[in-house]
């Protein structure tokens, strides 16, 4: 993964823009040369470039594919990163455990790979589709957020998917996550109340000590999770929940009853 340390080249704004055009992979450059205001930079391509600390504002990134990037101490703000993919990136400073702020970001359809974003913080940004893999997003705010896609004044369609990813601590607070997908993630500590997962799947996750007073789970899948902490009794709803026979137990022992 690139580092501040590492043999960089300068980038001015000229060869960014004639990289952007002709689908040119930018590799091992310092990002810094270059004011990130108001840019339009469709389908650029990064490749162990270091963007620490710098400020993207108003640009347009839609299909953005970095790898192996650092954007410790960056900041998103009125940014499009639709369609975009990192992949071994990293967004947190692991010293003094701060992340990225990502606000009034468009991510829709979007993916993180292998990325650290802990400790960032996605302050209104539409994140409809977004999918994570292998990556830590530990103490991550996204109660702000939206994972759906409004179709009429009535009806939205929700879609997220994290697979192998650490969720621990993560605020999701009042959301709505119908039909999310999670699957093989570390979810504890994390905060769900308030929200609607109906019919969500939440496969061979870790749930102990997760909040999730308020939270409607009807026709939600937890199979093969850990459910230690989850009290049927706090949830706002939660009529054909999926769970084993073994789950079972683990709830009504959540609730004082012993099980044999």
Same mark, same amino acid.
């Given at each position: 993964?690139?580092?501040?340390?590492?043999?960089?080249?300068?980038?001015?704004?000229?060869?960014?823009?004639?990289?952007?055009?002709?689908?040119?992979?930018?590799?091992?450059?310092?990002?810094?040369?270059?004011?990130?205001?108001?840019?339009?930079?469709?389908?650029?391509?990064?490749?162990?470039?270091?963007?620490?600390?710098?400020?993207?504002?108003?640009?347009?990134?839609?299909?953005?594919?970095?790898?192996?990037?650092?954007?410790?101490?960056?900041?998103?703000?009125?940014?499009?990163?639709?369609?975009?993919?990192?992949?071994?990136?990293?967004?947190?400073?692991?010293?003094?455990?701060?992340?990225?702020?990502?606000?009034?970001? *468009?991510?829709?359809?979007?993916r993180f790979n292998e990325c650290d974003v802990s400790f960032s913080k996605f302050d209104r940004c539409e994140l409809y589709d977004l999918k994570l893999t292998d990556s830590n997003f530990r103490a991550t705010e996204f109660a702000s957020s939206s994972f759906a896609?409004?179709?009429?004044?009535?009806?939205?369609?929700?879609?997220?998917?994290?697979?192998?990813?650490?969720?621990?601590?993560?605020?999701?607070?009042?959301?709505?996550?119908?039909? &999310? *997908?999670?699957? *093989?993630?570390?979810?504890?500590?994390?905060?769900?109340?308030?929200?609607?997962?109906?019919?969500?799947?939440?496969?061979?996750?870790?749930?102990?000590?997760?909040?999730?007073?308020?939270?409607?789970?009807?026709?939600?899948?937890?199979?093969?999770?850990?459910?230690?902490?989850?009290?049927?009794?706090?949830?706002?709803?939660?009529?054909?929940?999926? &769970?084993?026979?073994?789950?079972?137990?683990?709830?009504?022992?959540?609730?004082? &009853?012993?099980?044999?």
């Amino acid at each position: 993964m690139a580092d501040a340390s590492m043999e960089l080249k300068p980038l001015d704004l000229t060869a960014l823009e004639a990289a952007s055009k002709e689908g040119v992979c930018l590799e091992r450059f310092d990002l810094s040369g270059v004011s990130w205001d108001g840019l339009d930079l469709a389908d650029l391509k990064l490749k162990d470039c270091v963007a620490s600390g710098l400020e993207f504002r108003n640009c347009d990134l839609e299909g953005l594919e970095a790898e192996t990037c650092n954007f410790v101490g960056a900041s998103f703000s009125s940014c499009v990163l639709k369609d975009a993919a990192f992949d071994k990136c990293r967004f947190t400073d692991r010293e003094t455990h701060e992340g990225t702020t990502f606000r009034y970001v *468009k991510l829709d359809n979007s993916r993180f790979n292998e990325c650290d974003v802990s400790f960032s913080k996605f302050d209104r940004c539409e994140l409809y589709d977004l999918k994570l893999t292998d990556s830590n997003f530990r103490a991550t705010e996204f109660a702000s957020s939206s994972f759906a896609r409004r179709l009429s004044k009535t009806k939205s369609l929700v879609r997220f998917e994290a697979t192998g990813t650490n969720l621990e601590s993560c605020n999701f607070f009042g959301l709505d996550l119908e039909t &999310i *997908k999670l699957e *093989k993630c570390s979810v504890r500590l994390a905060t769900f109340e308030e929200c609607h997962l109906s019919s969500a799947l939440l496969l061979d996750c870790t749930f102990n000590d997760t909040e999730w007073r308020g939270a409607d789970l009807s026709g939600a899948n937890l199979g093969g999770s850990d459910l230690s902490g989850l009290d049927l009794r706090e949830l706002k709803a939660y009529e054909g929940l999926m &769970i084993s026979a073994a789950q079972g137990i683990v709830l009504l022992g959540e609730m004082g &009853i012993g099980a044999f």
